[in-house]
């Protein structure tokens, strides 16, 4: 099964994309979810609006694949992301990975999601309970 | 010969500082990505507070300060990442 890649503005079918990744030849199978989180450091969230320049997100995904597949025999890689105005609980991005053996899938997701983070062109902004919005722009304070 | 402007597309705080997706800053003979860090400071004061901050992309890649640019690239600029 080939590896995906996805940036969508509707919900993730994260059973589908799991599902994607299957093989009897794995005995493993990570998925990692993340999903609008109501508290940050005590402050109240209430949406999130996520922007991406999708043609160097896509990009920067498949490199990211690339470097994971270097470091750890795995199966199949799927990254799902969405875009857009995200309530609390929604599924902001599903990464599923599937290998043969259980380290592999774990330790591919983890890298995944957290190289996705540092360099992937997505971007989120807050939106809080008291009615202001701010970019979370690591290394950026707030004005 | 050398275009009078280029185009750098703009995301995120970058964009709504701006109030626009795209942004044209006066081309130089010999442009790079350090220089189009000050010209972006120099030609749009708006976003002089990101200045430091902001990642340049050449061609849908992280480019280096001393990386050449030319008008027919897709040239993009916005600050540090935080999806997931």
Known sequence: MPDSIAIVEESIDYAALT??????ACGAVVLFMGTVR????????VALDYEAYPEMAYKTMQQL?????AQWEVHSIGIEHRVGHLTLGEISVAIAVSSAHRSEAFEAGRFL???LKEIVP???KENWSDGTTEWEHPGISAE | MTASSIQVRLFARAR?????DTISVHAVDEMTVAWLRTAIAEQY??????????????DNAYAGEEQPLNAEQEIAC????SGG
């Open chain 1, 19 to 24: 599902e994607q990744v299957r093989s009897n």
């Open chain 1, 38 to 45: 109501e508290m940050t450091h005590g402050k109240q969230t």
């Open chain 1, 65 to 69: 694949i690339d470097e994971a597949r």
């Open chain 1, 113 to 115: 999601i957290d190289r």
């Open chain 1, 122 to 124: 997505i971007w989120k």
């Open chain 2, 16 to 20: 709504e500082l701006a109030g626009s």
């Open chain 2, 45 to 58: 004061p708006v976003l002089k507070s990101l200045s430091g901050q902001l990642l340049i992309a050449v």
């Open chain 2, 78 to 81: 916005f600050p540090p990442v």
